[in-house]
């Protein structure tokens, strides 16, 4: 089915707001219309205190269903900011180090390695927090267990911000959080930086001692948007020691080497290094190879934060919502190394 975004466009300057009696496309409040096989995305924009947020939002959804019967509607409704401030584009937020979690490829750990080091940093006293930047597949709510939460909107300084929510001293922020966890996925281009840029710009993170940041895989628009709305200490690349993996760091840190984006590489993490069977526990095999992750650091330049190895746990932390190291996991050491060796890096802000 091919949608038309004129056409959307068109249906949608039909309905009024009720208390301007302009139309929402004049007003602005619908922006980043996309559409994508039977999908329908965009975002709805309104100012501070809307009472019609709900009441247009249905006036959308009853527009649109009877032109494209078949169409899934995905509708994010996002807040301006409120115009009587029009000083300042945005609220200082001070976040001492900021650490973009990267890797080349989908399916390696890097959701499993943010999640886990942003335990081990609050279980440390760091005030941490946690972006899911992943916008494509946001996989932080299941692993935090937090699929129902819904972020509240606070006032500081005269601004309106998104008040991250805090999950075992961890205060997290995801796009999963605003949608259907059955919906992910879809959102793509503009909608997805869109609401990753309010989340960087517009979100409760002031006084954090670490932000990490889970980065979508491969390269793209979202790490763009991350590192010019956010002011990123340093980038962290998670892989797996096959071939195919390593020849992704190297993009990954060509493009954070990259001059637009000029972000140090602060560690390499090599994930799924070995396998260890619970019944064999001296036994270690390297399935994918030895060391990889290892000599890769060394021929790139970065240094060896450490290796995770392939622990059944792991995975079965993340499907039960509590991160591996909270868990008594034998990763839980790895994990202590990894920070103990980060927070060694000259970058890192004491
Ligand atoms: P990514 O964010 O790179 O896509 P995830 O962190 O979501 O990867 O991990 C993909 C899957 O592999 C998840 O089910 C996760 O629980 C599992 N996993 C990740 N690292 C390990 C590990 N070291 N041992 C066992 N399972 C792991």
Redesign the pocket.
């Known amino acids: 089915m091919i949608h038309s975004i004129e056409r959307i466009t068109e249906l949608l300057s039909e309905i009024k707001h009720p208390e301007t009696g302009k139309d929402i496309v004049t007003l602005g409040i619908v922006q980043n219309i996309e559409t994508e096989n039977n999908i329908i995305a965009m975002n709805l924009v309104f100012k501070p205190n809307d009472a019609f947020v709900s009441s247009i939002k249905r006036a959308v959804e009853e527009k649109i269903k009877p032109v494209f019967p078949d169409a899934e509607l995905r509708i994010l409704n996002l807040k301006r900011q409120s115009p009587k401030l029009p000083k300042k584009e945005y609220p200082d937020i001070h976040i001492k180090n900021i650490i973009a979690i990267a890797?080349g490829k989908?399916?390696?750990?890097?959701?499993?390695?943010s999640v886990n080091l942003a335990s081990v940093l609050a279980q440390r006293g760091f005030k941490t927090g946690l972006l899911d930047a992943?916008v494509y597949g946001p996989?932080i709510p299941t692993m935090l267990a937090m699929n129902d939460v819904r972020p509240v909107m606070i006032e500081r300084d005269g601004f309106e911000l998104i008040e991250p929510v805090e999950k075992f001293g961890i205060k997290c922020l995801s796009i999963g959080f605003f949608l259907n966890p059955d919906d992910a996925v879809i959102w793509r281009g503009p909608a997805a930086t869109g609401a990753l840029r309010q989340f960087a710009k517009q979100c409760n993170w002031d006084g954090l001692d670490f932000l990490v940041v889970?980065l979508p895989?491969g390269t793209g628009d979202v790490h763009l948007t991350v590192t010019q709305e956010l002011d990123v200490t340093a980038a962290i690349i998670?892989t797996t020691p096959q071939k195919v993996a390593l020849a992704d760091v190297v993009r990954g840190t060509n493009m954070f080497r990259n001059k637009d984006i000029n972000v140090p590489v602060a560690g390499l993490i090599e994930?799924?290094a070995w396998f260890t069977p619970a019944e064999l526990p001296d036994n270690r095999y390297y399935i994918f190879g030895k060391d990889g992750g290892k000599r890769m650091a060394e021929e790139t330049g970065i240094p060896f934060l450490g290796e995770?190895?392939?622990?059944?746990s792991?995975?079965e932390s993340?499907?039960a919502g509590v991160p591996a190291v909270l868990n008594g996991s034998v990763?839980a050491d790895a994990f202590q190394k990894i920070l103990d060796g980060l927070l060694q890096q000259p970058v890192i802000k004491k």
Do not use: E, F
Not at 308 to 312: D, T
């Open positions: 890797s989908g399916g390696v750990g890097k959701s499993t390695v992943d996989s889970d895989p998670v994930n799924m995770i190895p392939i622990v059944q792991i995975r993340g499907d990763i």
